[in-house]
């Protein structure tokens, strides 16, 4: 990990930063899964303080990602999903991935920090969906909360509840 951490970082910043000038071209509404975000202010940071990345590659590291955001604009909408320990242990269980079996809860616990540290920090639109007790992906009822949120967010029509 060491050795590869900042090639791999910066593959998937270059691969995300495409995304995002491509987006940007586009007049289509698009729905991003993973954002640049995540890996400059979670996974990165994550390797360099678990010692994966040297302070030189992750201020290198730092530094493009700042130029690149200099270049673009933020997303119209971020939605976060904040979710519990317990809630993300079974949705991983249930997607059943054999790589992601062997997480560990101190792994999981430092990401959630980090998670919470950037969005409370985020500068952009931004809404914040209860992951624990909205259960979109199953729930039509829940689905249209969370559509409401984000039109109200976006548009204004229809009163937060």
Known sequence: MP?????????FLNKRFKEVVEISKSSDTIIQDRTIFEDARIFAPNLHDQGMMSDRDFDNYSDLFDLMMSLVKLPDLMIYIRSSIPTLVAQIQKRGREYEQT????????????????????????IIVDGDNCKFGDNPEHLKQVTDMIDAKLYGLFPME
């Open 103 to 126: 997480m560990r809860l101190d792994y999981l616990q430092g990401l959630e920090k980090r998670y919470e540290t950037w969005i409370a920090t985020y500068k952009g639109p931004l």
């Open 3 to 11: 050795r590869w951490s900042f090639n791999l970082q910066i593959y």
